[in-house]
């Protein structure tokens, strides 16, 4: 399937020479990365978020593999300089210009991964919010269940009571996200993926690349034995917790916008 255009949000300069894009995880939006995006627009960048394929205002389609949803950032590049109407072109990649960083959580991070290693100058580094890498079949169905009961009954109390300690718009905004995707599209990114499992692609990460993982024992996705293998398959990697569950930028903003802005200074 070809790739399509991903609708987009705009903060910060955008004339800026630092230029970041942010993809959220499944059944979210570009909206709720949103504090991430203000403090990367605070330090001066011009930050962009997408909405997935089948998400927010995007395009629906009939399939949602991640290989798809990785075509479809690599096809995503930073606007001309102060031109915010600027989509994108059909030029070559090295023409188009290249993000100095891309910021992904969940299957939004394991797209990202594929995309990254698939074209090395699509973005110059790689920040991973606990990444959805490897999902086993058990795994997927709790996935699916989740998002879908999520689909069919949430509420800003539901959303509220669940995650208490959640910024008020970070409740809001995953109403309205849950509320704008698609049910088929929810669906399908697990079952059009039984073989969701992008490790493969982690040795050809040529761009140094941070993982923000969760607290394992608040269910993070990158730890144990698949970090391990992560970490040993490519040097360029570097891993940190935060003391959050798997959406690291919600549960512990503050820990996950420090070790950011720290590992950003070293550049």
Same mark, same amino acid.
């Given at each position: 399937?070809?790739?399509?255009? &991903?609708?987009?949000?705009?903060?910060?300069?955008?004339?800026?020479?630092? @230029? *970041?894009?942010?993809?959220?995880?499944?059944?979210?939006?570009?909206?709720?990365?949103? @504090?991430? /995006?203000?403090?990367?627009? !605070?330090?001066?960048?011009?930050?962009? /978020?997408?909405?997935?394929? $089948?998400?927010?205002?995007?395009?629906?389609?009939?399939?949602?593999?991640?290989?798809?949803? %990785?075509?479809?950032?690599?096809?995503?590049?930073? @606007?001309?300089?102060?031109?915010?109407? !600027?989509?994108?072109? *059909?030029? #070559?990649?090295? +023409? @188009?210009?290249?993000?100095?960083?891309?910021?992904?959580?969940?299957? $939004?991070? %394991?797209?990202?991964?594929?995309?990254?290693?698939?074209?090395?100058?699509?973005?110059?580094?790689?920040?991973?919010?606990?990444?959805?890498?490897?999902?086993?079949?058990?795994?997927? %169905?709790?996935?699916?269940?989740? +998002?879908?009961?999520?689909?069919?009954?949430?509420?800003?109390?539901?959303?509220?009571?669940?995650?208490?300690?959640?910024?008020?718009?970070?409740?809001? =905004?995953?109403?309205?996200?849950?509320?704008?995707?698609?049910?088929? /599209?929810?669906?399908?990114?697990?079952?059009?993926?039984?073989?969701?499992?992008?490790?493969?692609?982690?040795?050809? =990460?040529? +761009?140094?690349? &941070?993982?923000?993982?969760?607290?394992?024992?608040?269910? /993070?996705?990158?730890? $144990?034995? &698949? %970090?391990?293998?992560?970490?040993?398959?490519? #040097?360029?990697?570097?891993?940190?917790?935060?003391?959050?569950?798997?959406?690291?930028?919600? !549960?512990?903003?503050?820990?996950?916008?420090?070790?950011?802005?720290?590992?950003?200074?070293?550049?």
């Amino acid at each position: 399937m070809s790739a399509v255009t &991903l609708p987009r949000l705009h903060w910060g300069p955008s004339d800026s020479d630092r @230029r *970041a894009l942010l993809v959220h995880g499944l059944g979210s939006s570009a909206h709720t990365m949103w @504090r991430i /995006a203000e403090s990367l627009a !605070d330090a001066g960048w011009s930050v962009d /978020a997408v909405d997935l394929r $089948g998400h927010g205002d995007a395009p629906r389609t009939s399939s949602y593999r991640i290989d798809e949803f %990785a075509a479809d950032l690599a096809a995503t590049h930073p @606007r001309g300089a102060g031109d915010p109407h !600027d989509h994108g072109d *059909a030029r #070559p990649t090295t +023409q @188009r210009g290249t993000w100095n960083l891309v910021v992904a959580h969940s299957i $939004g991070g %394991a797209a990202a991964v594929v995309a990254a290693a698939a074209h090395p100058r699509w973005t110059e580094r790689l920040v991973l919010l606990d990444p959805a890498l490897h999902t086993p079949a058990e795994a997927r %169905a709790a996935i699916r269940a989740r +998002q879908l009961t999520a689909k069919d009954s949430i509420t800003i109390e539901s959303a509220g009571a669940e995650n208490p300690h959640w910024h008020p718009l970070d409740n809001e =905004l995953r109403v309205r996200a849950v509320h704008a995707a698609s049910r088929f /599209a929810l669906e399908h990114a697990v079952l059009d993926n039984p073989d969701w499992d992008v490790m493969p692609h982690i040795p050809h =990460l040529t +761009q140094p690349t &941070l993982v923000i993982g969760a607290d394992p024992e608040r269910g /993070a996705l990158f730890a $144990g034995e &698949l %970090a391990d293998r992560a970490l040993e398959a490519n #040097p360029l990697i570097e891993h940190v917790t935060v003391p959050g569950g798997h959406n690291v930028h919600r !549960d512990a903003p503050t820990e996950t916008l420090d070790a950011l802005h720290e590992w950003l200074a070293d550049f």
